[in-house]
């Protein structure tokens, strides 16, 4: 290089910026210089700052607006109105849980009342024995299935009374050999007409005038179905030898109720079990009749135990309020009232309606409620 160009002489850095303002003013662009990137990093902080100045207005703007449009409700010390709703009439139907538990027999022995040859045995493992069913032939004669409350332990004759001849007239009756009117409780001519047709279709000897306690085997008060056959044929037989066992079976569903009991209500309960159902009576703890009981203790399973529900059969017509408007002293009284002027009207809830609201009878004379009165009434009181 030149030396003429190394030595050349060049303003001062300060005078040169004056100079590129000069030319700035008078419409002359410059390039900015390498050497003016500071002045370059100052724009963005001055953008920053306007936008953040914006934003801030725009919040203090928008606050405004929104305390001038809110309505009364936002704002402290407004005056709370009242505010009065129609009653709505509705049908309840209570549910109260339960516990429930399938009551079994032990598998009932069909235990022979004759003595003798077995010459035939008339079961089968799975067999369902129920009244009227041959079990087995003793000394080739018949041994008939009888279902009943409890066994017979005696032969009967004609003139005897008691509960075991009502026992058998029952038995006559299923077999369609005597008429219901006509279970009395005593070995009647009626009952000995039917001892006589009973003897006749089984092929048993002997007249009318006595009952073999031989000839029947007790099969429990709902029959059974055979798990084991414990007689072969050709063996002998002695009175209370087993000739067969029953199955275990479910003989009853036991409900366990809450304390207190289970409120009575027209129509009747009904108990509920996972989709099964049968009619319950409050307060006996009990189902037994057999397709219900059968069909709850499917449901159960192998458990044997679960939950249910009693519910009322027909629903009872109540009145629905706000939960809101019932005011509840300290002494545990309840009431409502209609307008913030009016007089308070006790009430007895019935518990739980929907969300939020609360059932009360439908003899309470009440068209409409306040549903503010902690709000509007200075100190509520139901008296």
């Keep these: 290089m030149p030396l003429a160009e ?47 100045f914006l934003t801030l207005s725009a919040l203090v703007v928008s606050t405004y607006l929104v305390r001038t449009a809110a309505p009364d409700v936002l704002r402290p010390g407004r005056k709370v109105e009242p505010t009065v709703v129609p009653v709505q009439a509705n049908d309840r139907t209570e549910t109260i849980g339960v516990g429930v538990t399938v009551e079994q027999n032990p598998g009932l022995a069909l235990s ?45 004759a004609s003139g005897d009374t008691g509960r075991d001849v009502a026992r058998l007239q029952g038995f006559l009756r299923v077999l369609n050999l005597l008429a219901e009117k006509e279970i009395s409780g005593s070995y009647d001519a009626s009952t000995a007409v039917a001892i006589g047709r009973f003897k006749r279709r089984y092929g048993i000897s002997g007249d009318a005038s006595t009952f073999p306690l031989a000839s029947v085997v007790w099969v429990g008060p709902r029959g059974i179905r055979v798990a084991r056959v414990e007689a072969r044929p050709n063996s002998v037989v002695a009175t209370g030898t087993v000739l067969a066992t029953g199955m275990r079976e479910a003989i009853a569903i036991a409900v366990s109720e809450p ?55 027909r629903p009872t017509r109540v009145l629905t309020l706000p ?36 059932d009360v009878p439908e003899a309470t004379q009440i068209d409409a409620v306040l549903v503010n009165p902690l709000q509007v009434i200075e100190e509520p009181e139901c008296r």
């Design 6 to 52: 190394r030595y050349s002489w060049r303003p001062p850095r300060r005078r040169q910026q004056k100079d590129e303002t000069a030319l700035t003013k008078s419409g002359t662009h410059l390039e900015p210089d390498s050497n003016d990137r500071g002045s370059v990093r100052r724009t963005p902080a001055l953008l920053l700052a306007v936008l953040a």
């Design 112 to 156: 022979s009342n004759a003595s003798g040859r077995l010459t035939s045995m008339r079961l089968r493992a799975g067999d369902r024995v129920q009244s009227g069913h041959v079990v087995a032939r003793i000394n080739d004669v018949s041994v008939v299935a009888m279902e009943s409350a409890a066994p017979l332990y005696r032969d009967l």
């Design 259 to 313: 304390a207190g009991g289970i409120a009575d209500t027209p129509g009747g309960h009904l108990l509920q079990v996972a989709g099964s159902q049968a009619p319950y009576r409050r307060g006996s703890g009990l189902i037994t009749q057999q397709r219900s009981v059968s069909r709850i203790a499917a449901v159960l399973g192998t458990s044997g135990e679960g939950v249910g529900q009693v519910v009322t059969r």
């Design 323 to 358: 939960a809101s408007a019932v005011v509840t002293t300290e002494a545990g009284s309840m009431c409502v009232y209609t307008s913030a002027s009016s007089q308070p009207i006790l009430v007895e809830p019935l518990g739980g309606g929907s969300a939020g609201t609360v």
